[in-house]
T-cell receptor, first 113, second 111 residues
Framework: GAVVSQHPSRVICKSGTSVKIECRSL??????MFWYRQFPKKSLMLMAT?????????EQGVEKDKFLINHASLTLSTLTVTSAHPEDSSFYIC?????????FGPGTRLTVL | QQPVQSPQAVILREGEDAVINCSSS?????VHWYRQKHGEAPVFLMI?????EQKGHDKISASFNEKKQQSSLYLTASQLSYSGTYFC????????????FGAGTRLAVHP
């Protein structure tokens, strides 16, 4: 299957700081990428759809100004958690569609102290 | 709207079979199945498309009833490696749209 990478895999930051997470499609071009958030033992919650060259589409209840998404190229999307707080601690996973299938990156575990 | 998965959890002995169900209140274009192990990202298992096309692993089978807006994942002759949480993701229209995932089914396979 297609390969999606994410960086970093783990990040610990202080409350109030911003954290950037990168998502790359390594062997295919992805005009659309998706960002999910997952709490322990819970489902994957879609946060936003990232579209190359245009604004992201956010799901209801997700703060656009807090979770900034940029899709600058066909292989890279970034999620920036701005002014992070402990309640933002979670597992963030990106995914991209290759043909009809959707493949996930390895995820980023964010811990905000 | 989130699809409904059942059962919530299954415990099997190696070699036993299991069926995991996924149903939606909306008309579906496709259903995607994933397995996630603790601390890891979901791994693609299978996609079933409206019209009968499907693509996935040889040892896993699934069905998609478009009229009933339901899909089932069949795990036969289970192995220890099958343990994990299974999620179905549903797409309500074509065009590489977003997937909405069910709450998941936890499967534990014991020797």
């Amino acid at each position: 299957g297609a390969v999606v990478s994410q960086h970093p895999s783990r990040v610990i930051c202080k409350s109030g700081t911003s954290v950037k997470i990168e998502c790359r499609s390594l062997d295919f071009q992805a005009t659309t990428m998706f960002w999910y958030r997952q709490f322990p033992k819970k489902s994957l919650m879609l946060m936003a759809t990232s579209n190359e060259g245009s604004k992201a589409t956010y799901e209801q209840g997700v703060e656009k100004d807090k979770f900034l998404i940029n899709h600058a190229s066909l292989t890279l999307s970034t999620l920036t958690v701005t002014s992070a707080h402990p309640e933002d601690s979670s597992f963030y996973i990106c995914s991209a569609r290759a043909s009809r299938e959707q493949f996930f990156g390895p995820g980023t575990r964010l811990t905000v102290l | 709207q989130q699809p409904v998965q059942s059962p919530q959890a299954v415990i099997l002995r190696e070699g036993e079979d299991a069926v995991i169900n996924c149903s939606s209140s909306k008309a579906l274009y496709s259903v995607h199945w994933y397995r996630q192990k603790h601390g890891e990202a979901p791994v693609f298992l299978m996609i079933l498309l409206k019209g009968g096309e499907q693509k996935g692993h040889d040892k896993i089978s699934a069905s998609f009833n478009e009229k009933k807006q339901q899909s089932s994942l069949y795990l036969t002759a289970s192995q220890l490696s099958y343990s994990g949480t299974y999620f179905c993701g549903t797409e309500t229209s074509g065009g590489y749209n977003k997937l909405i995932f069910g709450a998941g089914t936890r499967l534990a396979v014991h020797p």
